[in-house]
């Protein structure tokens, strides 16, 4: 019989072949053995009557190589390592969809360098620090702080206007920046312009020892607490209500405003009415006095509403003094009659933009912590759904206990399945936790979904490593 060049029987050299081929393959994952000596290793993707399909490398090309089966001999079916087919190739990137447009950061706006000290400084010289915007966002405390701190250092500043056209927001803040008025209240003459001032506004606005309201303006609805809010016990709402309610009536009294406005304005339960006399004198109370007709009565608020006052209101019971022009700090000074009255410069407004710039960056973030929470949720339902103990019947011969291929492939699947689930988990707990971290020195600390993240983790770890312990199962 004729020999082969390389000196081995034909019948010899595809054994050979068979082992050769065998040992450098690795030994992970399934193995197809063919009746013509080749083997095939990777991932098998389906199995029919007629053929096979395996996810495999041939010649270094990653390929779903169709097998027929009749010419299989037989299949080892086998768990594939992470790494078997290589590092994978850095896909080209793909336009954002929708929700992952939402998520990306918007560009960083310019940094702009401090204002200098004006060369020509005014006589009454004034700083503006504009409270615009909501509290807690572009209404910091730490713009304010710098502002102040700043105007302290120029003996020159003698007054301080804060232009305020807000909608509220963070109790939190507002109690701040009401405690860095007064303790500069000594150096300073404060004066409020008031375009919108609600809610939280009304810190600085009855911490101020002028104030003034444009037409169309508005100021009042404070009520911290409500029943929909805080802590949801209406009895320690109210609590906590009359403990910030009785600071800003004491401040609201020391800067000789009508104190009584307060509660009505940020306690729903208080009542508050304003009417004027034969005379057109105004009077505040707590109820219209008696026998006062309703075209005398300016306002009447129940206990169930909060009061808001409007600009002609506040100017009619003296709380405010009508502001006309443009509403700014310039025409301020018209109105009360100063001479010399100037700004120093915008330092003010540059301390709040800022000093701001974290909180309104984390602020674009708020809606992928809500999105994150869902998304953990739903992830670990899903790992939960996949995992191989949980999910479906297996098949297995009787004698051994062993799965049947179909099963042992199943099992594979399942807890491939959950184990991407659970990372993926891990993954989005992480940024969860990132987030927070960034809140917490931004002292933000509350409207956040509750998620114990350390808990969260712990589980994904010890889920995954149990999986992967369990993927190579051959049985019962």
């Not at 915007?133 to 007054?159: D, N, S």
């Amino acid at each position: 019989m004729r020999q082969s060049s390389w000196g081995l029987h034909p019948s010899l050299w595809a054994i050979a072949l068979l082992i050769i081929s065998y040992c450098t393959l690795p030994a992970s994952g399934d193995v197809v053995l063919m009746k013509d000596g080749r083997i095939f290793t990777g991932m098998i993707v389906t199995q029919t009557n007629d053929q096979v399909i395996i996810d495999t490398i041939v010649s270094g090309i990653r390929v779903k190589m169709p097998l027929r089966r009749p010419d299989i001999d037989s299949i080892t079916l086998g768990p594939v390592d992470d790494d078997f087919f290589g590092k994978p190739k850095e896909k080209k990137k793909e336009e954002p969809t929708a929700t992952e447009k939402v998520n990306v950061p918007a560009p960083a706006e310019p940094q702009v360098p401090a204002p200098e000290v004006p060369a020509n400084i005014p006589a009454k010289a004034y700083l503006e620090i504009p409270i615009v915007g909501t509290f807690g966002t572009e209404v910091v405390p730490a713009g304010v702080e710098a502002a102040l701190e700043y105007a302290t250092q120029h003996e020159a500043i003698k007054h301080i206007v804060f232009v305020v056209d807000s909608p509220g927001g963070s109790v939190d803040a507002a109690e701040k920046i009401l405690g860095l008025m007064k303790k500069h209240n000594a150096r300073f003459t404060y004066h409020c312009v008031i375009k919108r001032a609600i809610s939280a506004s009304i810190w600085v606005v009855f911490a101020c020892d002028t104030i003034h309201i444009i037409e169309g303006g508005t100021v009042g609805g404070a009520v911290a607490f409500s029943q929909d809010e805080s802590t949801g016990n209406l009895e320690v709402d109210a609590k906590f209500n009359s403990v910030i309610c009785a600071n800003i009536r004491a401040t609201a009294d020391s800067k000789s405003h009508p104190a009584v406005l307060v509660e009505a304005m940020m306690i729903q339960d208080a009542t508050a009415a304003a009417w004027t006399d034969e005379g057109g004198r105004p009077h505040i109370g707590k109820v219209v006095g008696k026998g006062v007709p309703a075209e005398r009565v300016i306002f009447k608020d129940t206990n169930k509403t909060v009061l808001t006052l409007t600009a002609r209101e506040a100017t009619q019971i003296q709380m405010a003094d009508a502001l006309t022009g443009n509403g700014n700090a310039v025409s301020l000074g018209e109105a009360m009659g100063f001479e010399g009255w100037g700004r120093f410069n915008d330092y003010g407004g540059w301390a709040m933009t800022e000093k701001s710039r974290p909180y309104r960056d984390f602020e674009k973030k708020r809606n992928r912590i809500d999105e994150l929470a869902h998304y953990i949720g739903s992830t670990m339902d899903e790992a939960v759904s996949n995992d191989p103990e949980r999910a479906g019947d297996y098949s297995y011969f009787q004698r051994t206990g062993r799965f049947t291929d179909d099963s042992r492939r199943l099992w594979i699947q399942r807890t491939n399945s959950a184990i991407a689930a659970w990372e993926r988990a891990e993954k989005g707990i992480a940024e969860f936790q990132g987030l927070l971290k960034e809140a917490a020195s931004l002292g933000i600390t509350d409207g956040f979904p509750e998620l114990n993240v350390q808990n969260a983790l712990d589980r994904c770890g010890r889920e995954i490593k149990r999986l992967k312990m369990n993927r190579g199962r051959e049985g019962v």
